[in-house]
């Protein structure tokens, strides 16, 4: 079984969907500066639950 294949399925479902997400969150509070925030966050998150996937999936093996 391949860790990596199954962190990296995680965090492209988590990750920011597509470019009509990102403008409709610009859109609401018309700035450029959360449009980013939120992106990088989701984008952080994406990464770090695809990096705790992977290890529980090392630990269960």
């Known amino acids: 079984m391949s860790f990596e294949a199954l962190a990296?399925?995680?965090?492209?479902t988590?990750?920011?969907?597509?470019?009509m997400a990102?403008?409709?969150?610009?859109?609401?509070?018309?700035?450029?500066r959360w449009t980013a925030k939120i992106a990088l966050f989701c984008v952080?998150?994406?990464?770090?639950f695809?990096?705790?996937?992977?290890?529980i999936a090392i630990l269960l093996m």
């Open 44 to 48: 952080e998150m994406a990464l770090f």
């Open 50 to 55: 695809a990096c705790i996937m992977y290890y």
């Open 8 to 12: 990296s399925m995680s965090a492209c």
């Open 22 to 32: 990102l403008t409709t969150i610009f859109r609401e509070p018309h700035s450029f």
């Open 14 to 19: 988590i990750n920011i969907p597509c470019v």
